[in-house]
């Protein structure tokens, strides 16, 4: 009763069915011949898996339940029977469930299994394997006080049997047991300390950074950032503002912070910074001249120990 | 006349009960503004004249603008308990004593002479006698 239009398509899908169906048997009929071949090998005790990794272990075993489920499902979907409703389904879901928490377990476990795949494949590990290099925490415990080592056995043991142990009795605190040193700093050392601090400032001066600049096949970089002229003074100046606004008090200025203030600004408004460049003559071995707002070098004086009779006034150096 | 007043980090101070701010005073092209004229604007503004103080005053470099602080207190009894003394002195809330320095040690002294060893230590500084 059907028109004769559908009658046609009914056909071409009949011959596609036809074909499918052939496929589908050929399939069929490999994939039991695999399966057959592999159950033959375990029983045989050709895979023993009693030594290896227990997850992998059942990982196995869950997708081969997955799998005879799943069979079982096709079994009665072909014979004609309805999924509703199936205990199968639900075996299904649950094992697919366990599968995808189990995803990231492997994941963190990769490093391992690789490592004993590697093993297994080559024989040995090389010395240089950097696979070969596993943290070792007992290294980085101190072997020299006795008391250290027995707190700690004590806390495996604890945290091994699963509980956390609180501590009955308060130890006393033991500070740990540095080696004192002795302070030595001569003044060829002082001396030399203070060459090198202005290397590097001189490495950092404007004079070093264009001739860096010039001779290099770097891009130049433009920086929109603070201030180019941001001295020690402004910056000063800067956290004196915050703390007096928000204290909301006024600081007196000193005598000296005055003066200091005065010649920073002296120095600005000049063309000073046009002509004076910072001091590289650490690099160059000359004498050194000083920069605008450092203090001037001052030569240490032994100050005798006067006793002091008038306390009131106190002269300033 | 474009005196332009901006008050920054407003807070609540709950402990001495005050309302504290910083305040900015912009006044382009005139002098520093004096601290009357800044209070009596504060007063048109919050319409509260006596419990406001301001103080502090600084102008910046090149003129035209000045920043101080102000603060508003809850009521009168809170700024006199609360307030230095200098502070309500200058709006007359507050009178301190005339005797100078030299005067008062003078007198202090004249008395101690009466007395003899450990009991010039019980002269004190008050009116004795």
Redesign the interface.
């Known amino acids: 009763m059907a028109a004769p239009g559908n009658l046609a398509v009914l056909e071409s899908d009949l011959q596609s069915a036809v074909t499918l169906l052939k496929n589908l048997q050929d399939q069929v009929m490999a994939v039991t011949a695999q399966v057959q071949a592999l159950t033959k090998k375990v029983q045989a005790r050709a895979y023993p898996t009693e030594k290896g990794l227990s997850l992998l272990e059942v990982k196995d075993q869950l997708l081969l339940m997955y799998l005879m489920d799943l069979t079982h499902l096709i079994l009665d979907k072909a014979s004609g029977g309805s999924l509703q409703g199936h205990a199968a389904v639900l075996r299904l879901v649950e094992i697919r469930t366990v599968l995808e928490k189990l995803r990231p377990l492997d994941q963190k476990l990769k490093y391992q299994i690789d490592k004993l795949v590697k093993t297994a494949v080559t024989g040995s590990l090389s010395e240089n394997d950097p696979l070969r290099f596993k943290p070792h925490p007992s290294n980085m415990m101190s072997k020299l006080s006795s008391e250290d080592e027995e707190e700690d056995e004590a806390e495996g043991q604890s945290e091994a049997s699963g509980k956390k142990s609180v501590k009955g009795t308060v130890k006393k605190y033991v500070p740990p047991r540095l080696v004192p040193v002795h302070y030595d700093e001569t003044e060829a050392e002082r001396e030399k300390k203070r060459l090198e601090r202005a290397r590097k400032r001189a490495l950092s001066s404007s004079v070093i950074r264009e001739l860096k600049e010039q001779y290099s096949d770097a891009p130049e970089e433009i920086r929109d950032a603070r201030h180019p002229h941001v001295t020690r003074q402004s910056q000063e100046d800067q956290h004196r503002i915050n703390y007096e606004e928000s204290m909301m008090v006024r600081l007196s200025v000193s005598k000296r912070e005055k003066g200091r203030r005065k010649r920073a600004s002296v120095m600005n408004s000049q063309l000073h910074s046009l002509t004076h460049f910072s001091d590289i003559s650490a690099l160059t071995g000359g004498t050194p001249h000083l920069d605008e707002d450092q203090n001037p070098i001052k030569k240490r004086k032994k100050i005798p120990k006067k006793s002091r009779k008038k306390t009131g006034f106190r002269r300033r150096r | 006349m474009t005196l332009t007043l901006r008050s ?2 407003f807070m609540t101070n709950r402990l001495l009960r005050r309302k ?1 701010r ?1 305040i900015d005073v912009h006044h382009p092209g005139k002098a520093t503004v004096p601290k009357s004229e800044i209070w009596e604007k504060l007063a048109e503004m919050y319409k509260i004249a006596d419990v406001i103080f301001v103080f ?1 005053f ?1 102008a910046h ?1 090149g003129g035209g603008q000045t ?1 101080g ?1 102000g ?1 508003i207190y809850d009521s009168l009894d809170y700024a006199k308990k609360n307030k230095p003394k200098h502070r309500l002195a200058r709006h007359s809330l507050y009178e301190k004593k005339k005797t100078s320095r030299k005067q008062r040690k003078e007198e202090y002294k004249n008395r101690m002479t009466q007395f003899r060893r450990t009991a010039k230590a019980s002269v004190g500084p008050g009116k004795k006698k």
Do not use: A, L
């Open positions: 920054k980090k504290q910083v502090g600084r470099f920043t602080f603060m």
